[in-house]
């Protein structure tokens, strides 16, 4: 009887102890596949947030972790699978907060283009207005002149001057010649001389004219 009781007492010993493990096995479980679940929505989260940067790297090792989670899990590899969803959860963070970044960059970039845009428009604005005021005054000051032009009093035109006729009278006077003298010869005892004729007078000439203008009729 004393040996019956001491395997009742071990029996309801065992049947304790695994009613007590049971729940912390299947508490395992339960965190895995939860962190599973977290590290799922991470990545969904992450993988909206574009490709630029680190982006894919980052989304490609989050969903690599993922998938190891899920397998250990099947496997019964609890503690493992709760380490790679935990492991994916945290890639996925980093990769949402670099696409936070890389999103606030691009809004930033986007405003000071607006910016530059509307300003740039402003100042063509401004030049159309200045070019339309500038033709306004061109426009008034040629009204203007024309009103002027039309006020004076017609400018009365003086005639040219007539042609005048110019008359050249030449007049030339010459001197005759002179005699010419004939050769005479004297007789001497001692000796004998003959005179030679005198040289031909030289021929004066004078011209003289006269101009006479006469305005044309």
């Known amino acids: 009887m004393r040996h019956f009781g001491k395997a009742i007492n071990a029996i309801i010993i065992s049947g304790l102890m695994l009613t ?3 729940p912390a096995i299947a508490g395992k479980a339960d965190r895995a596949r939860q962190a599973i679940a977290e590290a799922r929505g991470k990545i969904d989260a992450a993988n909206k947030l574009g490709t ?3 982006l894919p790297r980052l989304q490609a090792e989050a969903a690599a972790a993922l998938r190891t989670a899920q397998e250990d899990l099947a496997r019964g590899h609890k503690e493992d699978a709760i380490a790679q969803a935990h492991r994916a959860s945290e890639l996925a963070d980093v990769a949402i907060g670099e696409g936070q970044k890389m999103t606030a960059e691009a809004e930033r970039v986007r405003r000071e283009e607006a910016q530059a845009a509307a300003a740039n428009a402003q100042a063509e604005a401004a030049a159309a207005n ?4 500038s033709a306004q005054q061109a426009a008034a000051s040629a009204a203007a002149d024309a009103a002027a032009a039309r006020a004076a ?4 035109l003086m005639a040219a001057p007539a042609p005048t006729t110019t008359t ?3 007049e030339t ?3 005759a010649s002179a005699t010419t003298a004939k050769p005479r010869t004297v007789r001497k005892v001692v000796k004998r001389s ?5 040289p031909r007078a030289a021929v004066a000439e004078r011209t003289t004219t006269t101009v006479t203008t006469t305005p044309a009729q």
């Open 20 to 22: 007590t493990a049971t």
């Open 52 to 54: 630029s940067g680190n």
């Open 130 to 133: 200045a070019r339309a005021d």
């Open 153 to 156: 009093p017609p400018v009365a």
């Open 168 to 170: 050249v009278t030449t």
């Open 173 to 175: 006077v010459k001197n």
């Open 194 to 198: 003959t005179a030679r004729a005198a």
